[in-house]
């Protein structure tokens, strides 16, 4: 029996978590690479660690997190 | 590491049975006249045993039934003490909920007076005490993983996975706090500063063994693990701040650092990946859940007033 195991798993009002090595490239078009098996990947724009989560969605209005 | 100093009756007893390697009866005896300092020591102590070697104890005292009875007595009066503190939160889901939770009922933040007022000396004792489990990060979580099912299993896999480095040993959290340790020139060897640390963080490390140890508190161990990846983001942010204020060494920087963005993920996968799935194995562990959640906010909050206290500083709120 196989069990679901997506590689990006959007979570509610906060990061999309990224299995395994990949590359994100910013607005200025620098690549970031992924550094550890599994990633966060900010999707409030507000983290101070772009283009990974800090957390910092946990501190916005209800309305500026992602849905 | 060297046996602590006692704190009473019952650890005098317990330390001098160990050393000779018998007399197990008077610990026993001694159990129920101790202080809430001396039993927390004494189960402690005993916790050790099966994590490393104690100077002078024989190894396979581990597993002597008298010392295991004692053990029980010590870690079922904890379990009642964490469980009356306990009111279960109503018209909540674990998975959906958690994180709203948390923010409503966090409490005293050592990280904020790190972050804005602690002095050198201050954040060295903090270093020296929270060594009792940073030097030890994770290790009573590992004991889990094995009485969970496949998805749950494999969810905490890949959260320690990387919390142990994901094989690069210089990555390893509790290596990476030895690091920080030896460069702020303090002894990294494990236990050193145990006779410094207060009753709230003896029960700290109690309360997460016995969640490890025992599989009917599976649930409450991974609650607590949701609520302790859940509360490290954001202060390991106020944390570098500070350490970075007082000029501090990079490597005790570095240890923060790297909680910043790897609690980050963890936060997320113990909820909606492992926790899910140990929920879908078995929906009654919900409640052991949230008491594992509450113990480990409830504990952080009393061991930060017990720190703020000594320090003399009014409670600073995150």
């Known amino acids: ?67 | 590491m060297d046996l602590p100093t006692p704190r009473g009756a019952l650890t005098e007893t317990l330390f001098g049975a160990l050393r000779s390697g018998d007399d197990f009866f008077a610990v026993l005896s001694s159990l129920p006249e101790a202080t809430p300092d001396d039993a927390a020591l004494a189960l402690w102590t005993l916790h050790q045993l099966h994590y490393r070697d104690l100077t002078g104890v024989p190894e396979d005292l581990e597993w002597d039934p008298q010392l295991l009875r004692a053990r029980a007595v010590l870690e079922r009066d904890l379990e009642q003490r964490l469980r009356a503190r306990y009111t279960p939160p109503s018209g909540v889901s674990f998975t959906d909920d958690l994180f709203d939770w948390v923010a409503e009922h966090d409490g005293a933040s050592l990280a904020t007076h790190v972050h804005r007022d602690a002095t050198r000396e201050q954040v060295l004792e903090l270093t020296r005490v929270r060594s009792i489990y940073h030097l030890m990060e994770s290790d009573p979580t590992v004991w889990v993983l094995p009485r969970l099912g496949v998805r749950a299993k494999a969810g905490l896999m890949e959260l320690l996975y990387d919390e142990y480095g994901a094989g690069n040993p210089n990555r390893l959290h509790h290596h990476l706090f030895a690091r920080g340790m030896e460069a702020s020139g303090l002894d990294a060897s494990y236990g050193t500063y145990i006779d410094e640390a207060p009753l709230e963080v003896l029960e700290q490390n109690n309360a997460m063994t016995l969640f490890g140890l025992h599989r009917r508190l599976r649930g409450a161990a991974l609650g607590h693990l949701a609520s302790f990846e859940a509360t490290s983001s954001l202060p390991s942010r106020r944390m570098v701040q500070g350490l970075e204020r007082l000029g501090l060494p990079q490597e005790l920087v570095d240890y923060y650092a790297e909680h910043i963005e790897a609690d980050a993920v963890h936060e997320q996968l113990a909820v909606h990946v492992i926790c899910q799935a140990l929920l879908d194995e078995d929906p009654r562990l919900e409640a052991d859940l949230w008491f594992g959640a509450f113990t480990c906010l409830d504990l952080e909050d009393r061991f930060a007033r017990s720190m703020l206290s000594r320090w003399e500083i009014e409670e600073a709120v995150a």
């Open chain 1, 1 to 67: 029996m196989t069990i679901e195991h997506p590689e990006a798993i959007l979570c509610p009002g906060g990061p999309m978590l990224l299995r395994g090595n990949h590359a994100i490239e910013d607005p200025d078009g620098l690549a970031h690479g992924t550094t550890r098996p599994v990633s966060a990947v900010c999707r409030c724009l507000k983290s101070a660690s772009l283009p990974w989560c800090d957390g910092t969605h946990k501190v916005l209005p209800a309305e500026l997190r992602p849905s």
